[in-house]
C-alpha cells in the first residue's frame, strides 16, 4: 500500500464557529465546503441517514477537515493527552511567542509556551469544541 495523507479531520456541532476559529485565530484559509449526504454515505461512514457539512482549510500541506453531521452524535469529553485514543491537530509555527500572545482572550490553553528536552517549543490550546491543537516551533 502507498497511502498518502489526505487530510485530518475534526468533527464539530458548530461548523461555521469552528470554520471562524481556525481561519481568525490559526490563519488557515478556507480552499473548499461542500455537503454530503445519501445512502452511500451514510453506510460509508456508519451513521443511518447521515449527511454532513464539510469545510477544507489549508494548513501549509495538510489538510485539515472541519466536519458537522446530521445527526450528530453525543459530544466527547474533553480528553487528556495521555488517554489511549486522544487526538490531537500539529501546527508548526514562525514565532509561538508572538502567537500565544496574540491569542484571544477566551482561548483556551494548557500553559503558555514550553521548550521540551528536543529543543521543540510547543503550546497546546483547545479549539471551540474542545479539540487540542499543538502550535510548535521547531
Do not use: K
Not at 2 to 25: I, K, P
Not at 64 to 91: F, I, K
Not at 101 to 124: A, K, N
Amino acid at each position: 500500500m502507498d497511502a498518502t495523507a489526505h487530510h485530518y479531520a475534526v468533527t464539530v456541532s458548530d461548523l461555521e464557529r469552528a470554520v471562524e476559529f481556525y481561519r481568525e485565530v490559526l490563519g488557515l484559509e478556507v480552499v473548499s465546503r461542500f455537503s454530503v449526504g445519501g445512502e452511500a454515505f451514510a453506510t460509508g461512514v456508519g451513521v443511518d441517514g447521515a449527511s454532513a457539512d464539510f469545510a477544507h482549510l489549508d494548513a501549509g500541506g495538510a489538510r485539515v477537515e472541519l466536519v458537522q453531521y446530521t445527526p450528530e452524535g453525543e459530544p466527547r469529553s474533553d480528553g487528556d493527552l495521555n488517554q489511549p485514543g486522544a487526538t490531537h491537530l500539529g501546527l508548526e509555527v514562525d514565532d509561538l511567542d508572538a502567537v500565544y500572545e496574540g491569542l484571544p482572550d477566551g482561548v483556551e490553553t494548557l500553559s503558555e509556551p514550553q521548550t521540551t528536552e528536543s529543543g521543540t517549543r510547543i503550546c497546546f490550546l483547545r479549539d471551540p469544541e474542545g479539540t487540542l491543537v499543538e502550535l510548535l516551533e521547531t
